[in-house]
């Protein structure tokens, strides 16, 4: 439920409210407004009678939250969350965010050669990976926790946040002591162990989007992080499968704006996992910025043709030069800054 305080409602007020709900098992968010604080109380209604609230002093009303996902509800926050990922950089602000860097983490000359082009071009985070959980146990799995080192000293070197999937529990410390934005790949966006484990760290979570999973599928895996007390979730929609086999998934234009409606949380694109081509990653950038996407999530390789994992979706950087002064002008159009 969403409690509404009155706009002369006192701290001590808003305090005795909270104590209230966490004695009957309700965890409270307070969300202070310019005028008006609110409090999500999340927990089982049936247990406080909402009349009971409603008299205390200091409120002003109590509405219900429909949506079986709470925290990540627009009923529960009407403004768009802009999550702090550090270096200065957010996500989900008037500026847009562009992760960029290499599928694979292969070696500190790659990542550093990688690394230095996409920030010139005007990236502002960079992603690699280090951790791959792929299709075949034969294929590249990544350099583990020597891949975060390489990731990590490109980013000091920098000064721009990284972003790395994590894909164990056993590893989210490990991951969370190197990363800034940890990610989970859509393979784990329904492993709850997984979700509430780095629900419990203060890091900014990328959540993708699962290979074939419903919008409200996908917003209560981000309730399962949130629950845990980390409320900064980034949603990622990479494509969905489906009957098509032209491109390696089906990039869901709509879940951008759906997203919008239904949640605060800030989406980005990755039009690179979305097509596995490089051919079809312009186009499908253009199409998210124009739809109203918070940031990209693009794949570039110095090298795709050697690359040790998706070399065919990787734009080399002289390509994600030009791709960035496009999306420029597109970001321009619809009111949101690039470069």
């Not at 050669?113 to 951790?131: H, M, Q």
């Not at 699962?210 to 980034?234: F, K, P, Q, R």
């Not at 039009?271 to 499908?284: D, F, L, N, Q, R």
Request: glycine share 8%; charged share 25%.
């Amino acid at each position: 439920m969403i409690i509404i305080m009155k706009d002369n409602a006192s701290a001590k007020e808003i305090v005795a409210v909270e104590k209230v709900l966490e004695e009957y098992g309700f965890k409270t968010h307070p969300i202070e407004g310019e005028k008006k604080t609110i409090i999500g109380a999340i927990g089982d209604k049936r247990q406080l009678s909402m009349n009971q609230i409603l008299l205390m002093s200091g409120v002003e009303n109590v509405v219900p939250i429909m949506k079986p996902y709470k925290l990540a509800s627009k009923e529960l926050q009407k403004e768009q969350s802009v999550i702090d990922v550090g270096y200065g950089v957010t996500v989900g602000g008037n500026k847009l965010a562009v992760f960029a860097g290499p599928c694979a983490i292969e070696s500190q000359e790659q990542f550093t050669t990688v690394s230095r082009s996409v920030k010139e071009a005007g990236a502002n985070i960079l992603r690699g990976g280090a951790f791959k959980p792929r299709s075949s146990p034969y294929s590249f799995q990544g350099l583990e926790g020597e891949g975060l080192e390489i990731m990590y000293n490109s980013g000091k070197e920098l000064g721009m946040p990284i972003c790395t999937e994590v894909v164990d529990t056993r590893d989210v410390d490990l991951v969370a002591k190197y990363a800034d934005i940890m990610q989970i790949g859509a393979r784990n966006m329904q492993n709850f162990k997984l979700l509430r484990e780095v629900g419990k760290t203060n890091k900014p979570i990328l959540l993708k989007r699962g290979l074939a999973s419903t919008m409200e599928e996908w917003l209560m895996a981000a309730e399962y992080i949130m629950s845990e007390g980390n409320e900064n979730v980034i949603l990622c929609e990479r494509g969905i499968r489906t009957y098509e086999t032209a491109t390696r998934n089906t990039f869901d234009l709509s879940a951008i704006p759906v997203s919008k409606e239904l949640s605060h949380l800030p989406i980005i694109a990755d039009p690179s996992h979305a097509t596995g081509s490089y051919k079809y990653v312009a186009p499908i950038a253009k199409g998210a910025i124009a739809a109203g996407a918070d940031g990209l999530m693009i794949e570039v390789h110095n090298c795709p043709e050697k690359a040790a994992s998706d070399g065919p979706q990787s734009l080399k950087p002289e390509k994600f030069n030009t791709l960035m002064k496009e999306l420029d002008l597109i970001a321009k159009a619809v009111g949101r800054e690039l470069l």
